[in-house]
């Protein structure tokens, strides 16, 4: 299947001019063969390793690129079917529908709330990447002008739902947007068309893998090639078998046909769209129409998306530094871990469920927990005393004591040594922490002169 | 154009185990298949099963809960009862977190009457859970597993505690949840430990230790894939059936805090919370699923893949 | 003897039957044989007759059937294997004989509980699966000492034992004072006969607990020989009858310790005086392990302690360190030459030491075991360092005879000497190596000549050792070892570690993986059978590809363990370092991980590589490997080895050092580690390159590895 570093390699020039950006060819051969550069990349390159590398290269799954700027939301170009194979790299785009029959007062309120739909987990905005637009009034000129609306008012690229009359007219408006366009499923060559000659990406509806591979047929014939495809499923469970098999041929079978991200529209009376909502989330929907704006509802689905689209290898990670828990005060007791997101948060809620106010200082080790930091040198006495010195915590308590995982107990001497802090050993498992501090002595914690 | 749907076909088939019920209850079959969750292919005899968390020991509820359960008494076995006869939950997962030192410490005795009472109030299966203090829980599943009166499963058996939790279940005729923490090896590992045992497979389920939404999710999401890949592909020891308890959802601060206005409403998004969690794990192959919101267990029991 | 001692056995079990006999003929005369016959509580009928028959017995006449089929059991001629089935026959007779005895509920007078009910088989059951009730004591006969009878029934309660008593001993026992009934898991049954409840007992846990069926016989028997721990104290002269039942005994598999004159058969029947050696005795022949649950000593001990430093003005106590001879030393033996828990200190003590003095040190624990080999000694000894260090207020640093131990003032204070060092060893050898450990032993010396003589016996010891990790290697082993830890981040990685090759991590040698295996069987460390040759230059075998491929599920069809350009071993994220090929050079690099900078002739540093290279890929041309890999015989073997090393970061040069000047010593190239770059030489396959060739470095002329 993919091409080995080496294999690349002794395709490549071998002269290391690095116009790639890359130090050595064969550092840039590693980059291609984890798919994160291309061919083009390497001006020097012969016509034969082009098309060798450029096909082998190439993801099984296309990458459509909607909007333009730092918010251009790519959809496809996926390599795997779990993520645990490697990783799921384009996160599935939301698109929160606006219809075009709203009056000026209630777009305006819509648009506010697709806007305020944006929060903050770990270091992270979680918002939603696009606006649908729905051509319900009738009118072109509307159309257009709801979608430059929503372009003004939302900044997010946006998916525009219409016959091609609408569409035409609303390019005039946002074209340069890069928007998706989707025509109804009778309008698909007229669609394709309008999408070629405008070099815009095109959302292929049509029921079914068959009648989509058709469409899809029929799209390319007419020029378009960047491509969505959209098997309007009548409800969750056909959508998600849709949706599996599209990827599986796609991936597996190399079905090149049918080998395009995945758009579904949740709205407009779509059977019980929460629940395919988070169905399609895990199982390879590149792009989701919903008409809810509800943030209770919204929120939910980004973090799941936020979760599913975590490379499993590279873990989220918190900021290191110091984290109040609580009602603290000088006399609060200090806690270390390490800024691995589920070590931070597991220690957090122990924390709290122990009802003591507390600070919690997190130190910089590349994501790990405990003791793979420990064993990877980077939880180390050293670091620990370093963070003790740099991160301000002794300006914060009064006292010089400082609580470590039971896991790493055989730093504390050293700590003690390096720093000024004297160290309680915590018990080994976080989940003991509300025991522990409930029992520690307050004498633990007295402030310290001089 | 024609197109072949490709179904994939997998050598191993997931051992269909039996959660026994009451008198004039129904029992709970799960596992049986031989293909992915979702996919319109292979044999799934049995549909996931829904069931619900009845806790021990009181502590606060959710605004979301707060909201579902009102007017209700929260009294185990009053809450067993609304369960099992109103909200249509198959079974009920009975944490007896009441015993927990910290969570009330009630004794031993105590925990194992309740267990009594409602077995003797409901008829559904019932999986009955420690309070998760390695002593406490030493004494309390013995107790529980003669008090019982009926077979249940005890959750759960772990690396450490198996050998008691396993006797336990042998000495009654109980069954097991065996416990890892979201590591397949592991999940092997305590599979084969009760099986050397002499723990039977068909009473044996998975808990594979389900992450709450956001805060861990997506390492169960994996590992429950991994399992069933694994147990597909002909490994018998992960070829069983897999409990995901959703309880963690509700450790999140995002479920329950209603202070964060721009978050939504906190009644439809702690439900929310527990519903999105739910649906990875039975996307990734749960076969059974534990919630604590009745609109959930409603939901769920109404989906297209029963 | 042996002889008499046969037919005695057969004698006692007709004697036994025609009891039986007897009682049956007199109860089917006054009730019929469609009457009930069986024990009240339970739900296995008969239980001898249940698990070792096929016969279903509900009535009196289906009582007749049980003895007919143990009449057929008996043959005259005096042999063992007469004896034995002798044994089976006593069994199913005495049950049938309990069992009419119960037909009014238990026919016997307190404290003398009879037939023990399932509900007590199923509370206790559960904590003899459980290991908290380690085993089971059966004491029949009457002692001829009570007292020290006594006493070894009060240590089968200390060690939680579950006991029964049938015969005298059971009233000696309540005469003395032993606590008996269910709250301390001592049952007296009742009269000699009486003992088959303690038969039927353990046949009972076989049907609830093991999973056997009704007739199930041969799966009963070794279930009651391999899974119930019992043994049987037979105390005083015996009878026929007692003979018989010791013969039952044997046949279940239980072995019965005697103190009078009987003829031994090895692991069945053994002579040991009643009392504390009977104790041990019986524990042996069961493999049951008394848990040490605290440690009996002045300070506290345990994990959180381990870092824990003493200063010098703190320091109360100071052995090594420079500051005279020390050393320790693991050593197995046979089990008969260890006493368990004997803990020996010779010379002066802490007490007899002034604050700040410091006295020589020979720390000698030896260990026996069925499963101990010893290979696994010096997997024990360097467990020394944590154990000493788990003291609060001791302190260890340092291997062999460069250990340095101080103890703290405090610990003194609280009355800490060097016995309690001992005991702390000698708990903790028997908790963490459970599966390989039976006897521990601990000595201690102080004399200044003692710890010269025994420091030079160490010395030998580790001689030997170092020079039998030399003479491991690959060919000269069955089985390699898997670490499949890393699957929880690097889902299909499997690390095979070998003897010439160990773990990626630097954390894993051969002999380690070996000892993990023997210590938790399930656990990540399985052996691998190398099974054929497929390539003896790469490392290919087709047992370690089948095995690979399993554990990988199906995704690495196999690798060669000592090449980096044809499939190479996958890698997980935890290596010390990572070999990478360097094309332009003809050779490859090594770079450990803490190197910082990301400036290296192949354009990668640590991290990029171990972001490309990790996660249980197999990528050719790029390899995690453990630091002291470089060292072995097979670094690199398919691609010429040692002489395919360029460049490595100045770090592990000097980590290596004399050990690699050695090796390349050892292939003829004494120059070779002055040829190989590092960052100060070069930074860039072109600089590289030049300072190759500059050299004369031999990678430049080996056959091209692209």
Known sequence: MALTALDIYKLLPKTNCKDCGFPTCLAFAMQMAAGKAGIDKCPPASEEAKAALGAASAPPLPRIVVGTGDRAVTLGDEVVLFRHEKTFYHPTAIAISVSDALGDEALEERLRSISALSFERV?????????AVRFDSGDPARFAKTASASLARCGKPLLLSGTCAALAAAIREVGASRPLLRPPPGETAAGAALAAAEKLPLAVSARGIEGLAAALAAARAAGATELVADPKPADAAVAVADSIFIRRLAIVHRAQEIAYPTAFDLGQGFPRPFEAACLLLSKYASLLVLDTADPAEIFPLLTLR????????????????????????????????????????????????????????????DGMSVLTAWAAGKFTSESIAALLAESGISGKVDHRTLILPGMVARLSGKIEELSQWRVLVGPQESSALPSYLRRLPPAAFVPVHG | MTVPLPKQAYPGRILPVTLPAGPGGTPVTVGGQNALSLAPEGEKPNAAAIGMEVRTGGGDLPPALAKAFECRATDPVSLAGACANDWGAQFLFLSLDGCHPDGGGQPVEEGARIVHEVLAAVSCPVIVGGCGEEETDAKLFPAVAESAGRPVFLSYADEKNYRLVGGAALAYGHGVVAWSPIDINMAKQANLLLSDLGVPPERILIDPLTGGLGYGLEYTYSIVERIRLAGLSGDAMLARPVLCHLGDAWKAREAVDASETSWGDAVLRGRRWEETTGWACLAAGADLLVFRHPGNVEAFREAAWR | MTESFHSSCIQGAKSV?????????????????????????????????????????STLADGEKVLDLAEG???????LENALEAGAATLLAADVLGALSHKDGNPFSPPSVGFVPDSILRKLGIFMVDGTVPGVAVAIGRATDPAAAAAMVRQFQ?????????????????????????????????????????????????????????????????????????????LGPMDEIGLAVIAGAMKAGFPVLADRNLPEIPGALLRSPAGEEMVRAGMEARGIKAKIVKVPIPIAFGPAYEGERIRKSDTYAEFGGGRGPAYELVVSAPLSEVRDKEIVVVGPDIPDMPKGGTLPLGIVVTVSGNRMQKDFESVLEQRIHRIVNYGEGTMHVAPRDTTWIRVSCEAQAKGFRLADLG???????????????????????????????????????????????????????????????????????????????????????????????????????????????????????????????????????GFNLYSIMDAPMTSCGCFECILALIPEANGVMAVNREFEGSETPCGMGFSTLAGSVGGGA???????VGKHYLLSKRFLAAEGGLPRLVWMTKEMKEYLGADLAARAAEIGMPGLVDMIADETVAVTPEQLLLHLKKVGHPALSMPPLL
């Not at chain 3, 059991?73 to 042999?79: F, G, H, I, Q, S």
């Not at chain 3, 015969?167 to 088959?196: C, N």
């Not at chain 3, 028997?430 to 521990?440: G, S, T, Y």
Request: with cysteine; hydrophobic share 40%.
């Open chain 1, 123 to 131: 270091g992270q905005i979680l918002a939603v990447d696009m606006v």
């Open chain 1, 306 to 365: 936020q979760n599913l689209f975590t490379d499993p290898q590279r873990p989220i990670q918190v900021d290191p530094g110091i984290y109040p828990i609580g009602k603290i005060s000088p006399s609060s007791p200090v806690l270390i871990t390490t800024n691995f997101s589920l070590t931070y948060f597991t220690v957090r809620s122990d924390v709290e469920a122990a009802k003591t106010p507390a600070y919690l200082l997190i130190a910089e080790c």
């Open chain 3, 17 to 57: 039957l025609s009891l039986a006999r007897a009682s049956l003929s007199h109860q089917l005369a006054g009730r019929g044989g469609s009457a009930h016959l069986g024990y009240p509580d339970t739900a296995y009928e008969l239980p001898v007759a249940f698990g070792l028959t096929d016969l279903k017995v």
């Open chain 3, 73 to 79: 059991l008996l043959r005259n001629a005096p042999t």
């Open chain 3, 158 to 234: 200390e060690i939680g034992l579950l006991v029964f008593l049938a015969g005298d001993v059971a009233q000696q026992m309540e005469k003395a004072g032993v606590k008996l009934g269910d709250d301390f898991k001592t049952f007296p049954l009742g009269p000699l006969p009486a003992v088959i409840h303690a038969v039927n007992f353990a046949v009972r846990a076989g049907l609830t607990f093991g999973g056997i069926g009704r007739g199930q016989t041969q799966a009963m028997y070794n279930y009651l020989s391999q899974r119930v721990k019992a043994f049987v104290c037979a």
């Open chain 3, 423 to 557: 005991m702390m060893l000698y708990a903790k050898m028997h908790a963490d190596f459970e599966n390989i450990v039976d006897r521990v032993s601990v000595t201690i010396h102080t004399r200044e000549e003692d710890v010269q003589r025994g420091m030079a016996f160490a010395k030998t010891v580790y001689a030997e050792r170092d020079a039998r990790a030399k003479t491991l290697t690959d060919d000269t082993v069955e089985e390699f070892y898997s670490c499949t830890l890393c699957q929880s981040f690097a889902p299909n990685h499997v690390c095979i570690v070998a003897p010439e090759r160990l773990g990626l991590c630097g954390a894993i040698n051969w002999l380690d993986g070996k000892a993990g295996y023997e210590i938790t069987p399930t656990g990540p460390n399985q052996p691998v059978m190398k099974g054929a040759v497929l390539d003896p230059v790469k490392g290919a075998w087709d047992g370690v590809n089948a095995f690979v491929r399993e554990h990988s599920r199906n995704t690495v069809p």
């Open chain 3, 618 to 624: 197999q990528t050719p041309g790029f390899m995690g």
